[in-house]
């Protein structure tokens, strides 16, 4: 086999052992340059890094964490995902640690069934700072009781921009009449 096979295997059924300087983080979303913020608890970091990155005052702390180039091709990061990232060593000012894996949903299990998982990330989209709460659903006083993401048959009718551009309309006559009747 290859590097890029081994380094599959090793991304996708390597199981994670997360520690004080490697622990699980939540990625908020990506920077560029193979760059992701991501949020990690306090609480699961060496008192030297909470030092360092100067977080006495706060539960929660972002950073930004650098995927390696021998992942780069093999999986990819997406917003809201978990990671294990190496905070021990800080890559620059601005570089906070590189990301060591990746956390798939049967390393996710797995860490949640050996008793592993942190606490922090139970409920994690009230604690983190930065995310904007979930929309509460409202009622329209027309009806059903609609949420932020949901859409109305008749709004999606009504939508003007619908449709490929390129391609010109097709023109419906409502017209209830016909040739025939002419006479």
Known sequence: MGRGKYTEQEALDAQP????????ARVL???GQ???EVVVARSLVTNEINRRLN????SWFTTLAQLPPKFRSVVWVKRGSYVVVNLAEQLSDKIGGEIAMVLMPAQVKYLKQSKQWPTQ???VLEKIPGQSPQI?????ASGP???AGSECDSDVDGFVGSGNPNRRPIVQDDDDSSDDDDD
Do not use: F, I, N
């Open 121 to 123: 990330y139970e409920d």
């Open 145 to 147: 009781v609609q949420t």
């Open 136 to 140: 509460p659903a409202h009622k329209d």
């Open 55 to 58: 977080t006495e005052d706060q």
């Open 29 to 31: 979303g990506p920077r």
């Open 17 to 24: 052992e997360p520690t004080l300087e490697s622990p699980v």
């Open 34 to 36: 193979h760059l992701h």
